[in-house]
Protein backbone atom coordinates (compact mmCIF):
# COMPACT_ATOMS: atom_id res chain seq x y z
CA UNK A 1 0.00 0.00 0.00
CA UNK A 2 2.72 2.22 1.07
CA UNK A 3 4.47 1.95 -2.22
CA UNK A 4 1.58 2.16 -4.45
CA UNK A 5 1.03 5.68 -2.61
CA UNK A 6 4.53 6.57 -3.54
CA UNK A 7 4.16 6.38 -6.97
CA UNK A 8 0.94 8.68 -6.95
CA UNK A 9 1.23 12.04 -8.36
CA UNK A 10 1.62 14.56 -5.74
CA UNK A 11 -2.06 16.21 -7.04
CA UNK A 12 -3.51 12.82 -6.28
CA UNK A 13 -1.59 12.13 -3.13
CA UNK A 14 -3.37 15.83 -2.05
CA UNK A 15 -6.65 14.32 -2.85
CA UNK A 16 -5.95 10.97 -1.26
CA UNK A 17 -5.75 13.31 1.89
CA UNK A 18 -8.96 15.17 1.01
CA UNK A 19 -10.67 11.97 0.58
CA UNK A 20 -10.01 11.12 4.38
CA UNK A 21 -10.64 14.33 5.96
CA UNK A 22 -14.03 14.46 3.62
CA UNK A 23 -15.03 11.34 4.78
CA UNK A 24 -14.45 12.68 8.85
CA UNK A 25 -16.25 15.83 7.39
CA UNK A 26 -19.34 14.65 5.91
CA UNK A 27 -20.10 12.04 8.68
CA UNK A 28 -18.91 14.91 11.70
CA UNK A 29 -21.36 17.65 9.46
CA UNK A 30 -24.22 15.31 9.04
CA UNK A 31 -24.64 14.62 12.41
CA UNK A 32 -23.43 17.80 14.08
CA UNK A 33 -26.72 19.66 14.39
CA UNK A 34 -28.51 16.56 15.42
CA UNK A 35 -25.58 15.90 17.79
CA UNK A 36 -26.12 19.56 19.57
CA UNK A 37 -29.30 19.05 19.98
CA UNK A 38 -28.86 15.78 21.86
CA UNK A 39 -26.33 18.07 24.31
CA UNK A 40 -30.14 20.18 24.89
CA UNK A 41 -29.26 23.20 22.08
CA UNK A 42 -32.64 24.32 20.55
CA UNK A 43 -32.48 24.96 17.13
CA UNK A 44 -32.07 28.95 17.36
CA UNK A 45 -28.87 28.31 20.00
CA UNK A 46 -27.81 25.52 17.35
CA UNK A 47 -28.25 28.34 14.22
CA UNK A 48 -26.86 30.97 16.49
CA UNK A 49 -23.52 29.21 17.37
CA UNK A 50 -22.85 27.94 13.41
CA UNK A 51 -23.49 31.27 12.44
CA UNK A 52 -20.86 33.20 15.16
CA UNK A 53 -18.25 30.37 14.64
CA UNK A 54 -19.02 31.33 11.13
CA UNK A 55 -18.17 35.07 12.03
CA UNK A 56 -14.85 33.68 14.17
CA UNK A 57 -13.77 32.00 10.75
CA UNK A 58 -13.72 35.82 8.96
CA UNK A 59 -11.51 36.80 11.60
CA UNK A 60 -9.14 33.56 11.53
CA UNK A 61 -9.11 33.95 7.60
CA UNK A 62 -8.11 37.38 7.55
CA UNK A 63 -5.04 36.59 9.90
CA UNK A 64 -4.44 33.84 7.88
CA UNK A 65 -4.62 35.77 5.14
CA UNK A 66 -1.22 37.76 6.32
CA UNK A 67 0.66 34.91 7.31
CA UNK A 68 0.84 32.12 4.91
CA UNK A 69 2.84 31.14 1.78
CA UNK A 70 2.29 28.52 -0.48
CA UNK A 71 5.49 27.22 0.67
CA UNK A 72 4.56 26.82 4.03
CA UNK A 73 0.45 25.23 2.88
CA UNK A 74 1.81 21.89 3.95
CA UNK A 75 2.62 23.05 7.37
CA UNK A 76 -0.36 24.75 8.16
CA UNK A 77 -2.80 21.64 6.87
CA UNK A 78 -1.21 19.29 9.14
CA UNK A 79 -1.15 21.66 11.74
CA UNK A 80 -5.18 22.28 11.25
CA UNK A 81 -6.13 19.10 10.46
CA UNK A 82 -4.41 17.98 13.80
CA UNK A 83 -5.89 20.36 16.06
CA UNK A 84 -9.48 19.42 14.32
CA UNK A 85 -8.63 15.93 15.49
CA UNK A 86 -8.80 17.65 19.54
CA UNK A 87 -11.47 19.43 19.02
CA UNK A 88 -13.30 16.62 17.96
CA UNK A 89 -12.24 14.14 20.76
CA UNK A 90 -13.18 17.13 23.10
CA UNK A 91 -16.24 17.24 21.89
CA UNK A 92 -16.45 13.71 22.34
CA UNK A 93 -15.31 13.56 25.55
CA UNK A 94 -17.87 16.25 27.07
CA UNK A 95 -20.92 14.24 25.64
CA UNK A 96 -23.96 14.89 28.03
CA UNK A 97 -22.02 16.77 30.51
CA UNK A 98 -23.90 19.95 30.11
CA UNK A 99 -20.68 21.84 29.31
CA UNK A 100 -22.52 24.48 27.02
CA UNK A 101 -19.75 26.90 26.84
CA UNK A 102 -17.31 24.47 26.59
CA UNK A 103 -19.46 22.86 23.35
CA UNK A 104 -19.63 26.40 21.98
CA UNK A 105 -16.09 26.98 22.07
CA UNK A 106 -15.00 23.97 20.38
CA UNK A 107 -17.60 24.10 17.58
CA UNK A 108 -16.23 27.45 16.60
CA UNK A 109 -12.56 26.24 16.97
CA UNK A 110 -13.18 23.24 14.64
CA UNK A 111 -15.04 25.48 12.34
CA UNK A 112 -12.07 27.42 12.07
CA UNK A 113 -9.70 24.85 11.15
CA UNK A 114 -12.42 23.10 9.19
CA UNK A 115 -12.21 26.16 6.78
CA UNK A 116 -8.56 26.37 6.99
CA UNK A 117 -8.14 23.21 5.79
CA UNK A 118 -11.03 23.48 2.97
CA UNK A 119 -8.91 26.93 1.74
CA UNK A 120 -5.54 25.33 1.78
CA UNK A 121 -6.39 22.02 -0.26
CA UNK A 122 -6.93 23.92 -4.21
CA UNK A 123 -3.46 26.39 -4.00
CA UNK A 124 -1.58 23.24 -2.59
CA UNK A 125 -2.88 21.86 -5.61
CA UNK A 126 -2.31 25.13 -7.94
CA UNK A 127 1.49 24.55 -6.95
CA UNK A 128 1.86 21.46 -8.93
CA UNK A 129 -0.75 22.49 -11.83
CA UNK A 130 -4.05 24.69 -12.02
CA UNK A 131 -6.99 23.66 -14.47
CA UNK A 132 -10.62 24.01 -14.96
CA UNK A 133 -10.63 19.91 -14.56
CA UNK A 134 -8.23 19.66 -11.83
CA UNK A 135 -10.68 22.37 -9.62
CA UNK A 136 -13.74 20.31 -10.55
CA UNK A 137 -11.85 17.24 -10.06
CA UNK A 138 -10.84 18.12 -6.53
CA UNK A 139 -14.59 19.56 -5.58
CA UNK A 140 -15.59 15.83 -6.37
CA UNK A 141 -13.44 14.05 -4.75
CA UNK A 142 -14.58 16.30 -1.47
CA UNK A 143 -18.70 15.67 -2.29
CA UNK A 144 -17.88 12.27 -3.19
CA UNK A 145 -16.16 11.37 -0.06
CA UNK A 146 -18.23 13.58 2.29
CA UNK A 147 -21.33 11.22 0.72
CA UNK A 148 -19.49 7.74 1.99
CA UNK A 149 -18.91 9.52 5.43
CA UNK A 150 -22.57 10.25 5.35
CA UNK A 151 -22.63 6.62 3.97
CA UNK A 152 -20.95 4.96 7.29
CA UNK A 153 -23.44 7.04 9.30
CA UNK A 154 -26.27 5.69 8.01
CA UNK A 155 -25.02 2.45 7.56
CA UNK A 156 -23.98 2.36 11.99
CA UNK A 157 -26.70 5.14 14.02
CA UNK A 158 -28.88 3.05 15.78
CA UNK A 159 -27.09 0.37 15.81
CA UNK A 160 -25.59 -2.29 18.37
CA UNK A 161 -21.87 -4.13 17.51
CA UNK A 162 -20.85 -6.32 20.43
CA UNK A 163 -22.52 -4.03 23.41
CA UNK A 164 -21.91 -0.91 21.33
CA UNK A 165 -24.54 1.43 20.65
CA UNK A 166 -23.62 3.61 17.97
CA UNK A 167 -24.87 6.96 19.03
CA UNK A 168 -23.73 10.41 17.55
CA UNK A 169 -20.95 10.54 19.65
CA UNK A 170 -19.75 7.17 18.18
CA UNK A 171 -19.99 8.66 14.97
CA UNK A 172 -18.10 11.50 16.24
CA UNK A 173 -14.68 9.24 17.10
CA UNK A 174 -15.27 7.52 14.06
CA UNK A 175 -14.99 10.56 12.31
CA UNK A 176 -11.84 11.50 14.01
CA UNK A 177 -10.64 8.43 13.21
CA UNK A 178 -10.99 8.98 9.33
CA UNK A 179 -9.00 12.74 10.61
CA UNK A 180 -5.94 10.94 11.58
CA UNK A 181 -5.76 8.89 8.61
CA UNK A 182 -5.65 12.36 6.76
CA UNK A 183 -3.00 13.36 9.24
CA UNK A 184 -0.89 10.43 8.79
CA UNK A 185 -1.56 10.86 4.68
CA UNK A 186 -0.49 14.38 4.29
CA UNK A 187 2.91 13.37 6.57
CA UNK A 188 3.94 11.49 4.02
CA UNK A 189 3.37 14.19 1.03
CA UNK A 190 6.63 15.99 0.02
CA UNK A 191 6.11 19.57 0.15
CA UNK A 192 7.15 21.18 -3.45
CA UNK A 193 9.00 24.19 -3.48
CA UNK A 194 7.84 27.16 -5.46
CA UNK A 195 9.00 30.56 -6.44
CA UNK A 196 6.54 32.95 -5.22
CA UNK A 197 5.91 36.97 -4.40
CA UNK A 198 4.65 37.50 -1.48
CA UNK A 199 1.20 39.35 -1.39
CA UNK A 200 0.04 41.58 1.16
CA UNK A 201 -3.96 41.63 1.70
CA UNK A 202 -3.41 45.08 1.01
CA UNK A 203 -1.77 44.69 -2.67
CA UNK A 204 -4.33 41.36 -3.64
CA UNK A 205 -7.50 43.55 -2.68
CA UNK A 206 -6.21 45.96 -5.18
CA UNK A 207 -5.13 43.23 -7.57
CA UNK A 208 -8.29 42.07 -7.38
CA UNK A 209 -10.42 45.01 -7.47
CA UNK A 210 -8.58 45.70 -10.73
CA UNK A 211 -10.97 43.07 -12.29
CA UNK A 212 -14.28 43.87 -13.06
CA UNK A 213 -15.23 40.49 -13.66
CA UNK A 214 -13.61 39.49 -10.16
CA UNK A 215 -15.14 42.20 -8.67
CA UNK A 216 -18.60 40.65 -9.49
CA UNK A 217 -18.31 37.18 -9.06
CA UNK A 218 -17.03 37.99 -5.22
CA UNK A 219 -20.55 40.21 -4.80
CA UNK A 220 -22.32 37.19 -6.63
CA UNK A 221 -20.40 34.54 -4.07
CA UNK A 222 -21.46 36.40 -1.14
CA UNK A 223 -24.94 36.54 -2.22
CA UNK A 224 -25.01 32.59 -3.23
CA UNK A 225 -23.78 31.27 -0.10
CA UNK A 226 -26.49 33.33 1.58
CA UNK A 227 -29.31 32.09 -0.69
CA UNK A 228 -27.57 28.61 -0.29
CA UNK A 229 -27.58 28.63 3.71
CA UNK A 230 -31.14 30.33 4.50
CA UNK A 231 -32.60 27.71 2.81
CA UNK A 232 -30.70 24.74 3.53
CA UNK A 233 -28.35 25.65 6.18
CA UNK A 234 -30.24 23.40 8.83
CA UNK A 235 -31.59 21.09 6.46
CA UNK A 236 -30.74 18.12 8.88
CA UNK A 237 -33.34 19.60 11.53
CA UNK A 238 -35.81 20.04 8.79
CA UNK A 239 -35.73 17.04 7.72
CA UNK A 240 -36.04 15.52 11.23
CA UNK A 241 -37.97 18.13 13.02
CA UNK A 242 -40.19 18.98 10.26
CA UNK A 243 -40.63 16.14 7.49
CA UNK A 244 -40.58 13.82 10.33
CA UNK A 245 -37.75 11.48 9.20
CA UNK A 246 -35.89 9.43 11.62
CA UNK A 247 -32.19 10.52 12.02
CA UNK A 248 -30.81 7.20 10.04
CA UNK A 249 -33.69 8.12 7.60
CA UNK A 250 -32.79 11.39 7.34
CA UNK A 251 -28.90 10.32 6.69
CA UNK A 252 -30.13 7.81 3.99
CA UNK A 253 -31.80 10.11 2.14
CA UNK A 254 -28.88 12.70 1.96
CA UNK A 255 -26.69 10.06 0.89
CA UNK A 256 -28.92 8.60 -1.89
CA UNK A 257 -29.31 12.25 -2.98
CA UNK A 258 -25.90 13.04 -2.57
CA UNK A 259 -24.15 10.25 -4.43
CA UNK A 260 -26.75 10.69 -7.44
CA UNK A 261 -25.56 14.33 -7.05
CA UNK A 262 -21.54 12.98 -7.43
CA UNK A 263 -22.46 11.37 -10.36
CA UNK A 264 -24.69 14.00 -12.12
CA UNK A 265 -21.76 16.33 -11.26
CA UNK A 266 -19.07 13.51 -13.01
CA UNK A 267 -21.55 13.23 -15.78
CA UNK A 268 -21.90 16.90 -16.50
CA UNK A 269 -18.57 17.51 -16.39
CA UNK A 270 -17.69 14.63 -19.23
CA UNK A 271 -20.73 14.96 -21.05
CA UNK A 272 -23.62 17.32 -20.31
CA UNK A 273 -21.37 20.97 -19.81
CA UNK A 274 -22.76 22.89 -23.18
CA UNK A 275 -21.92 25.20 -25.35
CA UNK A 276 -24.65 28.04 -24.03
CA UNK A 277 -23.37 28.84 -20.54
CA UNK A 278 -27.19 30.90 -20.04
CA UNK A 279 -28.53 27.42 -20.45
CA UNK A 280 -26.19 26.04 -18.09
CA UNK A 281 -26.88 28.54 -15.23
CA UNK A 282 -30.94 28.46 -16.09
CA UNK A 283 -30.39 24.79 -15.37
CA UNK A 284 -28.31 24.64 -11.93
CA UNK A 285 -30.27 28.15 -10.38
CA UNK A 286 -33.10 28.81 -12.42
CA UNK A 287 -34.83 25.42 -11.74
CA UNK A 288 -34.16 25.71 -8.33
CA UNK A 289 -35.63 29.37 -7.86
CA UNK A 290 -38.72 28.02 -9.56
CA UNK A 291 -38.98 25.28 -6.86
CA UNK A 292 -38.22 27.31 -4.34
CA UNK A 293 -40.56 30.17 -4.91
CA UNK A 294 -43.10 27.24 -5.83
CA UNK A 295 -42.63 26.07 -2.36
CA UNK A 296 -43.42 29.52 -0.88
CA UNK A 297 -46.71 30.34 -2.82
CA UNK A 298 -47.96 26.84 -2.03
CA UNK A 299 -46.93 26.33 0.94
CA UNK A 300 -47.00 22.63 0.19
CA UNK A 301 -43.87 20.20 2.30
CA UNK A 302 -44.43 17.89 -0.83
CA UNK A 303 -42.72 20.62 -3.38
CA UNK A 304 -40.95 21.74 -0.59
CA UNK A 305 -39.39 18.13 -0.80
CA UNK A 306 -38.78 17.88 -4.28
CA UNK A 307 -36.94 21.82 -4.23
CA UNK A 308 -34.80 20.14 -1.22
CA UNK A 309 -33.67 17.80 -3.26
CA UNK A 310 -33.30 19.09 -6.54
CA UNK A 311 -31.27 21.64 -4.79
CA UNK A 312 -29.10 18.85 -3.42
CA UNK A 313 -29.08 17.22 -6.34
CA UNK A 314 -27.52 19.80 -8.76
CA UNK A 315 -25.23 21.39 -6.43
CA UNK A 316 -21.75 19.64 -7.35
CA UNK A 317 -22.74 19.54 -10.91
CA UNK A 318 -21.17 22.74 -13.97
CA UNK A 319 -18.31 24.32 -11.16
CA UNK A 320 -16.46 24.75 -14.06
CA UNK A 321 -18.95 27.23 -15.61
CA UNK A 322 -19.93 28.92 -12.02
CA UNK A 323 -16.71 28.86 -10.31
CA UNK A 324 -13.58 27.68 -11.56
CA UNK A 325 -13.55 30.15 -14.96
CA UNK A 326 -13.26 33.15 -12.22
CA UNK A 327 -11.00 31.56 -9.63
CA UNK A 328 -8.19 30.17 -12.73
CA UNK A 329 -8.24 33.98 -13.83
CA UNK A 330 -6.10 34.73 -10.83
CA UNK A 331 -2.67 35.23 -11.09
CA UNK A 332 -0.87 32.08 -8.97
CA UNK A 333 0.72 34.87 -6.86
CA UNK A 334 -2.46 35.94 -5.79
CA UNK A 335 -3.93 32.50 -5.69
CA UNK A 336 -3.80 32.04 -2.37
CA UNK A 337 -4.81 35.27 -1.06
CA UNK A 338 -7.68 34.99 -3.21
CA UNK A 339 -8.93 31.38 -2.12
CA UNK A 340 -8.86 33.29 1.26
CA UNK A 341 -11.07 36.27 0.49
CA UNK A 342 -13.29 33.94 -1.25
CA UNK A 343 -13.79 31.83 1.52
CA UNK A 344 -14.12 35.03 4.02
CA UNK A 345 -16.59 36.40 1.92
CA UNK A 346 -18.12 32.99 1.60
CA UNK A 347 -18.38 32.67 5.65
CA UNK A 348 -19.80 35.94 5.95
CA UNK A 349 -22.81 34.35 3.55
CA UNK A 350 -23.26 31.70 5.26
CA UNK A 351 -23.28 33.05 8.70
CA UNK A 352 -25.63 35.46 7.45
CA UNK A 353 -27.73 32.89 5.56
CA UNK A 354 -27.55 30.41 9.24
CA UNK A 355 -28.71 33.34 10.85
CA UNK A 356 -31.94 34.44 8.47
CA UNK A 357 -32.51 30.24 8.71
CA UNK A 358 -32.23 30.22 12.18
CA UNK A 359 -34.59 33.30 12.61
CA UNK A 360 -37.44 32.15 10.17
CA UNK A 361 -37.52 28.38 10.99
CA UNK A 362 -40.53 28.37 13.50
CA UNK A 363 -42.52 29.58 10.42
CA UNK A 364 -41.54 26.58 8.31
CA UNK A 365 -39.80 25.65 5.44
CA UNK A 366 -41.77 27.27 2.84
CA UNK A 367 -40.41 30.78 3.87
CA UNK A 368 -37.05 29.58 4.30
CA UNK A 369 -36.96 28.55 0.50
CA UNK A 370 -39.05 31.14 0.40
CA UNK A 371 -36.39 34.12 1.62
CA UNK A 372 -33.66 32.24 0.12
CA UNK A 373 -35.70 32.83 -3.81
CA UNK A 374 -35.39 36.05 -3.15
CA UNK A 375 -31.72 36.34 -2.85
CA UNK A 376 -31.39 33.96 -5.99
CA UNK A 377 -33.12 36.47 -8.31
CA UNK A 378 -29.47 38.89 -7.42
CA UNK A 379 -27.28 35.54 -7.82
CA UNK A 380 -28.90 34.08 -10.96
CA UNK A 381 -28.89 37.59 -12.71
CA UNK A 382 -25.20 38.49 -11.64
CA UNK A 383 -24.63 35.00 -12.73
CA UNK A 384 -25.68 35.82 -16.61
CA UNK A 385 -23.83 39.24 -16.24
CA UNK A 386 -20.27 37.01 -15.66
CA UNK A 387 -21.00 35.15 -18.34
CA UNK A 388 -21.80 38.02 -20.87
CA UNK A 389 -18.52 39.82 -19.59
CA UNK A 390 -16.34 36.72 -20.38
CA UNK A 391 -17.63 36.62 -23.71
CA UNK A 392 -16.85 40.20 -24.42
CA UNK A 393 -13.73 39.89 -23.04
CA UNK A 394 -13.20 36.72 -25.26
CA UNK A 395 -14.12 38.54 -28.73
CA UNK A 396 -11.96 41.76 -27.87
CA UNK A 397 -9.29 39.39 -26.81
CA UNK A 398 -9.53 37.79 -30.57
Known sequence: MG?????????????????????????????????????????????????????????????????????????????????????LLLLCIIN??????????????????????????????VTIKKDDKLYSKRKLVEYLFCDLGILIGGIFIGRTIGKVLISYNVCLLISVVFLALSFITILNIKSPKVDEKRVSLKDAIKYLSKDKIIRIYTIYY???????????????????????????????????????????????????????????????????????????????????????????????????ITDAPYINRVQNDFQMMFTNIRYIVGLIGTSIGLYFAGSIYNLGIPYMLGLSSLFMIFQIGMAYYLIYLRKMEKRYNE
Open 3 to 87: EKFSKLKTENKILVMLAFFSISKGLWENFRQLWLQDNNLDVTQISQILSIASLFCVFALIIFSKKLSLNKIKGVLSFSIFMKGIC
Open 96 to 125: HKEYINIINILVILDTIFEKVITISVYPFI
Open 222 to 320: LIGKIAMDTGLGLKMLMLTNILNFSDSGATNYLLIVGVLADLLGIMALKYLTGKNDYMTITIKFGIRFLLYALSFVTNNLIICFIAITWSILISTAYEN
